[in-house]
């Protein structure tokens, strides 16, 4: 518990990778703003801590509630967003930023990164003697986040796959053939899992899930593939970007050898189509299977209009009021999730510490991959599909009996 909270001003940005529902956490953040007096000015940051050092300001308690409630409805993120990974030189000049404009609140909604610029710059402020209060509201589409249960954002990209693999399912049963799909997740494989959460039927794809946390050589891969195919006539596989031969290097990895890199030194991984393509032929060219086609979603899991999960959407915006809430009383901290025990799902929301967040990501348990480790386990189910708010129902008349 910190002292009185300080009247001041302060800022909220939002950085990494766009997600369907980080409109509704910055949202959260500014509605609960308003009701705070101690909180004078509310600058948001266009493009993240790149906006913060170049003073990119705008003023977001003069937004009126219209566009906001249409803000939290929109995809991506509304302040822009930056891949900047701050140094402590970087985080330096946003502490004199913040000393020149009087800012003793941040606001930074984001992954793991984010919860370690929130965590450098506080310590920074700390040392200085300044009176800042930073809070790390969680994000992002792969569920990768320690301490927390689930991560805003995880929910409706989980959606967008099931619904787009439930799609591709219905599509492979009219024209029956081999059909893969590459899916976002480098380290963990939460979302490529979401691809079943969407099976209604004992021979519903996706038949194969393959994910980072469990190697596969590629005579298993065909082999899995070819037992389905000779099963069923068909075959409908989610593939992480992530997924790794046994000797533990990525395939998209191997495949490019001049790999395109981001600003933390990963390896570009999505929207390429190269894992794709390379799967199809190999499918194509060693098990003689001539229908076989390939997508990468890409981008597309991440910023899809019209198909946000409610259940996501509501607990993003309460996420961004909680991080307000605690600034109220606590000098830094990051927002998390408690699954409450019991039939009926819900979460508590509670402060963790950002050393307990920041660089730190955690990958799916075992319990969720079943043992084969070419598909998800019914407590994966029980576990995510909650998150989507629901899924829609289909219908498929070719299995009633013949006459």
């Known amino acids: 518990m910190a002292a009185s909270a300080p009247k001041a001003n302060a800022v909220v940005s939002q950085s990494g990778g766009p997600t369907g529902v980080i409109n509704a956490s910055l949202v959260g953040v500014i509605e ?14 266009v493009h993240a801590v790149r906006g913060i050092v170049g003073e990119q300001f705008v003023d977001l308690k003069k937004v009126s509630p219209k566009v906001l409630k249409e803000v939290a409805a929109s995809p991506s993120s509304a302040l822009g967003s930056s891949r900047d990974k701050p140094d402590a030189e970087y985080c330096s000049r946003i502490l004199e930023v913040f000393k020149k404009r ?15 610029t929130a965590h450098i710059i506080n310590q920074m402020a700390q040392q200085a003697n300044y009176d800042l209060r930073a809070f790390h509201v969680p994000k992002t589409i792969d569920n990768d986040l320690l301490v927390t ?3 805003p954002g995880f929910g409706t ?8 693999v439930m799609g591709d399912d219905m599509d492979n049963r009219a024209l029956p053939g081999v059909k ?20 209604q039927r004992d021979d519903d794809g996706p038949h194969l899930v393959y994910v980072p946390e469990k190697p596969v050589s590629m005579d298993k891969f065909l082999g899995d593939v070819e037992k389905v195919y000779k099963k069923l006539g068909r075959c409908v596989i989610a593939v992480s970007e992530g997924i790794s031969d046994v000797d533990h290097k990525t395939w998209a990895e191997k495949l490019a050898a001049n790999a395109e ?18 799967l199809a032929g190999q499918i194509k060219g060693k098990l003689g299977i001539k229908r076989v086609r390939a997508d990468t979603f890409g981008y597309l899991q991440r910023s899809f209009a019209g198909l946000q999960s409610k259940v996501d959407v509501a607990e993003a915006m309460k996420c961004g009021k909680m991080a307000v809430k605690f600034a109220m009383k606590f000098q830094s901290g990051s927002v998390a999730m408690e699954r409450n025990a019991g039939k009926e799902y819900g979460v508590t929301m509670i402060r963790t510490e950002l050393a307990n967040v920041a660089e730190k990501t955690k990958s799916m348990p075992n319990e969720y991959i079943n043992a ?14 909650p998150l989507t708010g629901g899924l829609p129902r289909t219908q498929y008349l070719g299995n009633l009996p013949k006459i």
Do not use: P
Request: with cysteine; hydrophobic share 45%; aromatic share 10%.
């Open 32 to 45: 609960e703003v308003k009701k705070h007096a101690q909180i004078k000015k509310l600058f948001g940051a």
């Open 102 to 116: 009087d800012i003793r609140y941040f606001f930074y909604i984001g992954g793991n990164d984010s919860a370690n």
């Open 149 to 151: 249960d689930h991560c």
């Open 157 to 164: 990209a989980a959606k967008f796959v099931a619904c787009a």
């Open 180 to 199: 893969i799909d590459v899916i976002m997740g480098r380290h963990a494989g939460f979302l490529t899992a979401a691809a079943a959460l969407g099976k």
């Open 261 to 278: 890199r981001d600003a933390h030194g990963n390896v570009q991984l999505s929207g390429t189509g190269a894992l794709a393509d390379f």
């Open 372 to 385: 084969e480790g070419n598909g998800i386990t019914d407590k994966f189910v029980k576990y995510a599909l």
